[in-house]
């Protein structure tokens, strides 16, 4: 496979806390991988660092052939292939669903009004929720929220979907709807980076995993090795802890 | 008897009279006094005063208490030349309300452009913006609106010839625009941060992000506040009377100097002015709970 996003030395500091220490590493075109680590272990952060929210210190990310940490790159272009999920769903709120899911890309990839909403009705149904289109996001459950914030992403037509901790926020019944929808994404070979807590999700869908700790990766390896295997001391400590 | 009961500690930012909200008993029981107490008294005053009923009272002082002070007054009253100045003022307001109202509305539209500005400035991440959105707030926030006021009007206004509303509406805004602009910075910092990365990961830049996503919300946060600037702007458009501008103040003050008595006037013009506010802090009240009530 060809690397999709290249991560190389990546780091990060917030004043003296050390966030990402020297940090390398790659997604494949169609791979799915699974960052697990405790919280602080800086999982988020180097998420958030390969579409720019969050700006590294030092180190360089490239997705294909774009230079994302250079600051003389068009981030904005560059963001519109990047999909991301956030922990927090973040939809807007003063727009219904359909409107959710229209605003990128009449907006940005100025995309005439019949043709977004065609394409979101088709998203809709995708992921489910084809009968909430006029819907506010209030009167949504959080699974069907985070169901629309996929969508919204894709409606960009991605390469790459980010997803930060996307069930972190869920009650546990509607966990699997989510999950659902990022394991047919999986297997129609988008690439996915999946920062979660969900080690069935890992299981399933991952092609590799990587173990991060104190702003380090400490292991990658396939969800078996990783699982059943695991090579470091703290790596197994972190596994006994959560499973 | 109502209980009286103590307020919530709550420590509202505001100019204008309290908010009767739906759960202050207190203030919205204290809210009711005022306003029909100056209702009862914008009534009361001119009936008092009519010809037969200060006749009959003042007949009934005459018989308990003689004086030829009281006289000369019967005499006066019962010579048809008596005017009931309490009605004749009611008469004139009209005039002064349309100049504070216009003067008013057009100054909180302006203060909104200002205060939209000078919000956008505050979070704005050019720093000559920034600077110059900041100090604007500092500097006019550090001035008293009076002296402002002075300033366009006698000092700037000599330079410019500038006619008097004009000179009134741009001093009255260019204040609030200061005090709108803190409440546009914080109701766009109050819309979780979340929001911009979303828009931002989407691909939309800050400006269409700020504009498409921010903005709306931020105008459900702030209508309140604004609402608020709006009645304290009314009050304070009192002191555009100072200019060659004939507001409510204004009427009230040439009245009492042409009828050598300045109390039924400025009576009549504070209760006018209380019973404005009053009335629109209900409406403020109202807005908050129906924006409560669909929180999206």
Partial sequence: MPDRVRIEGASKSFGELQALKNVSMSVGAGETVVVIGPSGSGKSTLLRAVNRLEVLTSGDIWIDEDHVTNHTSDIRRIREEVGMVFQNFNLFPHLTVLQNLMLAPTC????????????????????????????WPEQLSGGQ????????????????????????????????????????????????????????????????????????????????DLFERPQNERTKKFLAHIL | ???????????????????????????RASWKIALFGALGLLVFLPLYNMAPVQEFVLSLWAGLFPSPELTARLDLLRSGKYQNIWVDILLYLPDGLAVTFSVTLSSILLATVFGLAAGLG????????????????????????????????????????????????????????????????????????????????????RSQAIRRIILPQTVKIILPAIGNEFIALLKDSSMVSVMALVDLLRLAKNYGSNHG????????????????????????????????QNAR
Avoid at chain 1, 146 to 163: H, N, S, W, Y
Avoid at chain 2, 8 to 13: A, D, E, F, L, M
Avoid at chain 2, 267 to 287: D, E, G, N, R
Wanted: aromatic share 8%; net charge neutral; glycine share 6%.
């Fill in chain 1, 145 to 224: 929220k985070q169901r629309v914030a996929i969508a919204r992403a894709l409606a960009m037509e991605p390469k790459v979907m980010l997803f930060d901790e996307p069930t972190s926020a869920l009650d546990p019944e509607m966990v699997k709807e989510v999950l659902d929808v990022m394991l047919d994404l999986a297997r129609e070979g988008m690439t996915l980076m999946v920062v979660t807590h969900e080690m069935g999700f890992a299981k399933a869908a991952a092609h590799r995993v990587i173990f991060m700790d104190q702003g380090e990766i400490i292991e990658i390896g396939s969800p078996a």
């Fill in chain 2, 261 to 292: 008595d300045y109390f039924p006037p400025l009576t009549v013009v504070a209760l006018v002015y209380l019973v404005m506010t009053l009335i629109l802090s209900w409406l403020v009240a109202l807005m908050e709970e129906r924006l409560n």
């Fill in chain 1, 108 to 135: 940005v990839k100025k995309r005439s009004k019949a043709d977004a909403e065609k394409q979101a009705v088709g998203l809709l149904a995708r992921v489910g929720l084809s009968e909430k289109k006029d819907a």
């Fill in chain 2, 122 to 205: 505050q979070i704005s991440r050019v720093v000559l913006l920034n600077r110059i959105a900041t100090v604007y707030v500092e500097v006019i926030r550090g001035i008293p609106l009076l002296v402002q006021i002075f300033y366009i009007y006698f000092a700037l206004g000599n330079l410019f010839h500038l006619d008097g509303f004009f000179a009134a509406v741009l001093s009255m805004a260019f204040c609030y625009g200061a005090y709108m602009g803190e409440i546009f910075r914080a109701g766009i910092q109050a819309v979780p941060v979340g929001q911009m990365e979303a828009a931002l990961a989407l691909g939309l830049s």
């Fill in chain 2, 1 to 27: 008897m109502a209980e009286v009961r103590p307020l919530p500690v709550r420590i509202q930012v505001t100019d204008g009279a309290l908010i009767p909200g739906k759960g202050d008993k207190t203030v």
